[in-house]
């Protein structure tokens, strides 16, 4: 089965990690992504350190770059700056993040690529949008805390909390992804070329999903519940004997199934707990009554009971346990990529599992300027 981007080339000039992550799933589909770096220093996250990996090079550059070659170029420099438009004629798809207007100003704006090249892909990733917001920075944190995430996650007596990963840019590598298939779909059909414009703010809020539409739809304004859902109980964590359970309950049959195999049978027929807006306008007193049960066992015995009656239920693990346990579930999540050299780094694989499988071989993370004498090789010979 051919790599669903085979042949599809893609010069990323993004950095840190929304535009990073999204060409990396497209290097992880088949694409061939050549990284244009800064000379010397490259991307920024190559210097964000600890932890390193056994490669010398920081975890969090490897987080998003495997499967790519890496090129310096000085893109003020007259020499360079031709090989990277070369590189763009040769590329259908390109990707940025820098400064709104930058890339523009260093030569490389859109009107001219597209009269030059009508069929490329041209992918801006900003934080707050080209327009009004064009001059603020564009930071996950920032982000986070300014579209509302942080408003609505951490304990509702306590301070506002961005939550444990860099989400939004997560989020927006993601919607970048979305937005290059469909403009490749696009270019299928009518051979022409699209600008992808994606954004921090505009990926979060959409993320919002439910607490956004509340506050649209109902006029209220969401605020923290710690680990409680605002529309669902008991959707939340519970104590056990020795830690915390997560427990998702998502209806009444599953509500009347978890009490009965906590020995209590009669609070499905109580007029509090009976349907769900009910056990959500009582859930402190349904919390009390769940954990007095609760408090018999530990986590891990209510995990297995529950989970094999059909009520999602689950010890809070710390990172590695997450991986054990998809290892023990047979999801395979960790791969080894391969550097020219020979290093290793241990990834996290790509969550697509297609069938048949595709053929995709995803090398290590470069080193900085590790592919400089191919590429530019390739980029000074006739096209």
Known sequence: MTAPLDGIVVADFSRVLAGPLATMTLADLGAR????????????????GPPYAESGMTTYFESANRGKESVTLDLTDP?????????????????????????????????????????LISVSVSGFGLGAGAE?????????AVGGLMHITGEPDGQAMKAGVALVDVLTGKDAVIGILAAL???????RGS?????????????????VSAHLGAGTEPGRLGNRHPSIAP??????????????CGNDAQFAKMVAELGRRELAADERFRRNPDRVANRDALVGELEAALIGDTAAAWAERLNRIGVAAGVVNSVGEG???????????????????GRRSRQIRSPLTWIPEVPVTVAAPP???????????WLDEPA
Request: aromatic share 6%; glycine share 6%.
């Open 33 to 48: 992504v050549i990284k244009v770096e800064r000379p010397e220093t490259g991307d920024d996250t190559r210097a964000w």
């Open 79 to 119: 020499a360079d700056r031709d090989r990277a438009l070369e590189l763009i004629a040769r590329s259908d798809v390109v990707i940025e993040n820098f400064r709104p207007g930058l890339f523009s100003r260093l030569g490389f704006d859109w009107e001219n690529l597209s009269a030059a090249h009508p069929g």
């Open 136 to 144: 603020l920075p564009g930071y996950d944190f920032v982000a986070q």
């Open 185 to 191: 779909r696009r270019r299928e059909l009518t051979g």
């Open 195 to 211: 600008r992808v414009e994606v954004n921090l703010l505009s990926s979060l809020q959409a993320a919002l999903v439910n607490q």
């Open 235 to 248: 959707y939340e964590s519970l104590r056990c004997a020795d830690a915390p359970i997560a427990v998702a």
């Open 323 to 341: 991986i054990a346990l998809a290892e023990r579930l047979g999801l395979d999540p960790v791969r080894d990529s391969v550097g020219d050299d």
């Open 367 to 377: 080193r900085l300027g590790e592919h400089d004498e191919r590429v530019r090789a």
